[in-house]
């Protein structure tokens, strides 16, 4: 039987819009009859579900045309159900401030934008049950970093962020590799990582998104973003431990 450390948020959120797998379906239904944190977990999912739902289709009925755009998809080869859908429309508001794109189409919302709405979403409680053993994560990180052409398994291990899980995300078509993490306060932190192709060498630059610490850098091939918290100086402290690992 799937254990419950490993039912991922695309797993529950499938679960919810009945668009799991049976096997996934029964490992969830079964795990539900004495994990009460695995209830408290849909619950949440639920409640952010109905609330983004209602809020999303009354703001998409209220806004005038928009041109055509590629759809945003946060997780690969997954359905977007109701609370999938609900997040993407989060991340429009949340990213951007949902008067400017109002005001100004011209400043449509980047990777980074869809990264720290969703990011913002995250609660020390959604990976605190979260468990990888050590060849879980390095199975995770090759697997996940062929996707990208990327070696990551030493980013897997740091002095002080406790690496918690990874996941293969989506960004117009392209893959997002997001590796989880909580600090020694346990704030949930994400470093999230897209193939860019051809763009300069940037260094590292601290900045805030969504009232949270972030920091960005580009290697030429790849864009990375650190994030999560408070504390701009842990983040950039992390994030140049982790950059030359990368």
């Given at each position: 039987m799937t254990r419950t450390h490993e039912f991922s948020d695309e797993d529950l959120t499938a679960f919810l819009d009945g668009e799991s797998s049976p096997p996934l379906s029964a490992a969830v239904?079964?795990?539900?009859?004495?994990?009460?944190?695995l209830k408290n977990r849909l619950d949440t999912l639920r409640h952010l579900g109905d609330h983004i739902g209602v809020a999303g289709d009354s703001l998409l009925a209220a806004a005038p045309e928009l041109p055509e755009l590629t759809k945003p998809r946060f997780f690969r080869e997954l359905p977007l159900g109701?609370?999938?859908a609900g997040i993407a429309v989060a991340c429009l508001m949340l990213g951007t401030g949902f008067g400017a794109w109002m005001t100004s189409r011209s400043s449509a919302p980047g990777w980074m934008d869809y990264v720290a709405a969703y990011q913002a979403l995250y609660v020390t409680e959604t990976l605190s049950s979260v468990e990888v053993s050590p060849e879980q994560r390095a199975g995770q990180l090759a697997a996940l970093g062929a996707e990208i052409d990327l070696r990551l398994e030493a980013a897997g291990q740091d002095s002080v962020l406790s690496f918690r899980r990874a996941q293969l995300l989506g960004y117009q078509g392209r893959a997002l590799v997001q590796m989880a993490y909580l600090t020694p306060d346990r704030s949930p932190v994400a470093l999230c990582i897209i193939r860019t192709d051809n763009i300069a060498d940037n260094p590292i630059s601290v900045t805030t998104l969504e009232s949270m610490a972030a920091a960005h850098w580009t290697d030429g091939n790849h864009a990375f973003l650190l994030i999560g918290g408070q504390?701009?100086?842990?983040?950039e402290a992390a994030a140049r431990r982790l950059a030359p690992k990368l």
């Open positions: 239904s079964a795990a539900l009859t004495n994990d009460a944190a109701r609370l999938a504390d701009l100086d842990l983040i």
